[in-house]
């Protein structure tokens, strides 16, 4: 998937949503005189619609992330 192309501490968040497709959502904001600038992004697409994803940046940088998929078996 896009999301396992992802490099930890290498990409930017341009990279990040080139790779996935779209922008994220800019869920928090942390901002250290401008010296550190903590920044998470949350994505859901449709072409995963039972999956989401959060990157936490650091000065732009990808430096943690956060994955939950949602599996669903119906039987009849």
Not at 9 to 38: H, P, W
Not at 63 to 71: C, Q
Request: charged share 25%; proline share 1%.
């Amino acid at each position: 998937t896009q999301v396992d192309a992802l490099q930890l501490e290498k990409m930017s968040y341009a990279d990040v949503k080139s790779k996935l497709g779209c922008e994220g959502v800019l869920k928090q904001r942390q901002d250290y005189g401008g010296k550190i600038v903590i920044e998470d992004y949350a994505w859901r697409g449709d072409a995963w619609p039972y999956a989401h994803f959060q990157g936490h940046f650091i000065n732009g940088v990808l430096h943690g992330t956060d994955k939950r998929w949602l599996s669903f078996n119906l039987t009849w």
